[in-house]
């Protein structure tokens, strides 16, 4: 008789939870899924697919704007904005039944609709009947932080969580926060035809960024006819408008519609977490060890509500540990690996990332040199109006391994997957110069940033002797 009902139950169906109990049922574990609200989470239904489905659109109303630059008089569209947050719907609909209770089932996954509490190291109550298993996996996500600003609560603001529900394009619109998602937001309404105003207390948007990413994005944002403001900080709000300081002194900001982009906070409680007596982080998220099992050794954690990155794709990424750790430990276990993470911020210009940037080699005292091939050279980039940005990429001083690469420009997201490789697999500067890229394509500016490097790196003593070689030859 088994002394448990399952191997693993899985609270939460966003990407950490779904990616868990793929891979344990892939190897065989008998898994319970528990979601409470709608299967894909966060990146399914109010994160990545539909700001990233709304991008697109507004993407192309930029490109009529720029009818001239492609040889055409002019281009106008017609659109109505229900029918572009339709189509939000509808890629929504499609993507639907990757993460769908069908497809889990069809894997063999036991999904089942409601809310979990855990009510011991190895139970949970869902739907008024208790399960058991030998591990849980906690994979609640996170929720919009909503800062207490005085009278915030009096309007009817908006966040990633309801903005996709919006049936009319405010004319004015707030964003709090300039991070990437205030960011992307901020570009996407803005071309859809809002007034944007980016309210922001760091002295700059996209603030973890490299300056010279920070001012490629900015200064495209101003010329866009986004405003932002920098150094202020939201005191508090008196009907539609906002109060801000700046140096010092009170600035009024009216506005239609405000959304509210501060960062995430997980979701730790409500559901047994407190009176296990589980480890809660000083900002929020859940303590795990390096093996991402929590100090009650039957609870295991993965994705936003650990931390610490919030992307889908590292939700995966623990996702796989956590499951294998749980299911094999103490025979086998994982150490996370964050060596080499990637990420994207979607604005246009896209910035993508894979390991350091400047201003984290220099908090880190990492020696670095850095290369960077303009993308405003590139014939493809050139061929498609979109001749801007750059690859700038560290490396060991002397050597050829990278220790980050950023990408600005179009398509940067796809881009950095070469040095996303490179990076995992200890590839060089010299052997990316040594592969053959398509003529003509974007990815060729990850070879020539290679180049870059190969020219500033020519062994001097050598090509004295080559050129004493050639004249003697002549
Ligand atoms: C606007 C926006 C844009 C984004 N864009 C990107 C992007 O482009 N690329 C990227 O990588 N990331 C992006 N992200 C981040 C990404 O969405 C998250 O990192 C990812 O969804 C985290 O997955 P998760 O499984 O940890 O949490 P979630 O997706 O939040 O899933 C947690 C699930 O747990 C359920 N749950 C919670 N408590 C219980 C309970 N007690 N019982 C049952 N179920 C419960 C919730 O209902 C939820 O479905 C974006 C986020 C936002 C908000």
Redesign the pocket.
């Known amino acids: 008789m088994s002394k448990y009902d399952y191997n693993i139950i899985v ?8 990616v868990s109990s793929y891979i344990a049922t892939a190897i065989k574990a008998k898994v319970a899924l ?15 697919v ?3 489905a709304l991008l697109r659109s507004a993407k192309m109303l930029s490109y009529a704007k720029r009818a001239k630059e492609f040889g055409f008089k002019k281009a106008s569209v017609e659109f109505d904005f229900k029918e572009v947050m339709q189509r939000v719907q509808d890629v929504i609909k499609t993507i639907e039944p990757h993460d769908s209770r069908e497809r889990y089932t069809n894997l063999g996954v036991d999904c089942i609709e ?4 855990i009510t011991s190291p190895h139970s949970v109550e ?1 739907n008024g009947k208790t399960l058991t298993a030998r591990s849980i996996i906690v ?6 932080r909503v800062p207490l600003i005085p009278n915030l609560d009096k309007i009817d603001y908006l966040t ?2 309801n903005v996709w529900d919006l049936k009319a394009l405010p004319k004015k619109l707030v964003i709090l926060g300039g991070g ?2 205030g960011s ?2 901020g570009q996407a309404f803005s071309r859809l035809g809002a007034e944007v105003t980016i309210v922001e207390k760091a002295p700059q948007i996209l603030k973890r960024e490299d300056e010279n990413i920070i001012k490629l994005v900015t200064e495209k944002f101003q010329q866009e006819g986004i405003k932002i403001l920098t150094h202020h900080q939201a005191r508090a709000f008196k009907g539609n408008t906002l109060i801000c300081e700046y140096q010092g002194k009170d600035v009024e900001i009216k506005f239609d519609k405000v959304f509210v ?1 501060l960062g ?1 906070s997980a ?1 730790v409680t ?2 047994g977490l407190e009176e296990l007596g589980v480890e809660i982080r000083p900002r929020g998220t859940i303590e795990a060890n390096p093996f991402l099992q929590t100090n009650i050794p039957s609870i295991y954690v ?4 650990t931390g610490p ?7 995966a990424h623990q996702a796989w540990y956590a499951s294998v750790n749980t299911l094999f430990s103490p025979l086998k276990k994982f150490k996370v690996d964050y060596s080499v993470i990637p ?2 911020t ?1 604005t246009d210009p896209e910035v993508a990332r894979v390991g350091l940037n400047e201003k984290e080699a220099k908090k880190q005292n990492i020696l670095y040199e850095v290369t960077t091939y303009g993308i405003d050279d590139l014939d493809r980039a050139i061929a498609d109006s979109e001749a801007h940005g750059f690859v700038k990429v560290l490396t060991v001083p002397g050597k050829d391994k990278i220790l980050g690469v950023t990408i600005a420009g179009t398509h940067a997201g796809d881009l950095i997957a070469e040095y996303i490789l490179a990076m995992k697999y200890n590839i060089g500067m010299n052997k990316i110069l040594g592969t053959i890229h398509i003529y003509p394509t974007l990815a060729e500016a990850n070879k020539f940033a290679a180049g870059e490097w190969k020219r500033a790196h020519v062994p001097t003593l050598a090509m004295k002797l080559l050129e004493k070689f050639h004249a003697w030859r002549r």
């Open positions: 609270i939460g169906g966003g990407s950490a939870g779904l528990i979601e409470k609200h709608k299967m894909g989470g966060d990146c399914l239904n109010t994160g990545c539909p700001s990233k409601g809310e979990a509490t869902v994979a609640t996500g996170a929720r919009p990633s969580d990437p998602i992307e937001m982009a995430r979701n409500g559901f993965c994705g936003d509500v990155y919030q992307f889908t794709h590292t939700a990420w994207a979607f």
